[in-house]
């Protein structure tokens, strides 16, 4: 299994595709292997390597806590490891503050940008939720936390269609069976990382190609979030999804995944 060892622990990664370099970051809670439904239209065009972030899947999972500048490093050795001049990124959530680090701390390395549902600071409701994220981990069975993360980031038009839902239902079984659960501690650390990233200050140096792409019904980072990171990095470009949610990307895939695409080509 492909392993570097880069800041201090092992990050495991895949790759796929073919052509210029694709870093895809995930978010909060999720494997690198998420990303497989759009893995597998971006291949076409990109080589992309999926990560799992420190403190969830294969990757070490250090005892926390830790930092987005941290796990910034972490990738900015992948990217030297795997002998990568610079690469575009795109990055949801949690991957999206990695990513802004990224820009931040080693530009030389990040061509492009694609941040999706991002924050640039954290007020005190989304402190909280994080907090409470790893408190009910502790409390609750694997399938009613993969629930409670089902409620805050679909949209209510994911839960009234039955294919939707008939798909979440199925992710709760799975994730009872899950052979590689996050630890607590994983969890723990990456919610301390979102809830101390604060770069606002800071956005203005991003002179990268940037796409900025929220959704106005995210409950979990609401779009004002979104808004504030693409009026504070002077290249970005905006879009929302109106009727989506933090989900978006999976909600709107039959758009999203093409306009990634295009825009990721040109850019």
């Not at 990109?46 to 972030?53: A, E, G, K, P, V």
Request: hydrophobic share 40%.
């Amino acid at each position: 299994m492909p392993f570097v060892e880069t800041n201090g622990i092992n990050l495991y990664y895949e790759a796929c595709g073919s052509g210029d370099p694709l870093l895809l970051i995930m978010g909060i809670t999720a494997p690198g292997s998420t990303w497989k439904k759009h893995a597998d239209d971006w291949q076409q065009h990109f080589r992309c390597i999926l990560s799992d972030n420190r403190g969830v899947g294969k990757s070490d999972k250090p005892a926390g806590p830790y930092s987005t500048a941290q796990m910034a490093d972490d990738y900015a050795g992948l990217i030297e490891k795997l002998g990568l001049d610079s690469v575009r990124v795109v990055g949801v959530s949690m991957g999206s503050t990695i990513a802004q680090q990224l820009a931040l701390r080693h530009p030389d390395k990040v061509k492009s940008l694609v941040l999706m549902c991002p924050w640039a600071r954290c007020d005190r409701t989304a402190e909280s939720i994080f907090r409470h994220m790893a408190t009910i981990k502790a409390r609750l069975r694997p399938e009613e936390f993969a629930n409670y993360i089902q409620l805050l980031i679909y949209a209510k038009r994911s839960w009234d269609d039955d294919a939707t839902y008939a798909d979440l239902l199925e992710g709760r079984k799975q994730a009872a069976i899950d052979p590689m659960p996050q630890p607590l501690h994983g969890l723990e650390g990456q919610a301390e990382a979102c809830i101390t990233h604060n770069v606002l200050a800071d956005l203005g140096r991003i002179y990268q190609p940037c796409l900025v792409i929220g959704g106005r019904q995210d409950s979990f980072t609401p779009v004002w979030m979104t808004e504030e990171v693409a009026g504070a990095i002077p290249t970005s470009e905006l879009h929302v999804y109106e009727e989506a949610g933090h989900a978006f990307h999976w909600e709107c895939i039959e758009d999203f995944n093409p306009r990634v695409r295009e825009w990721l080509l040109a850019h």
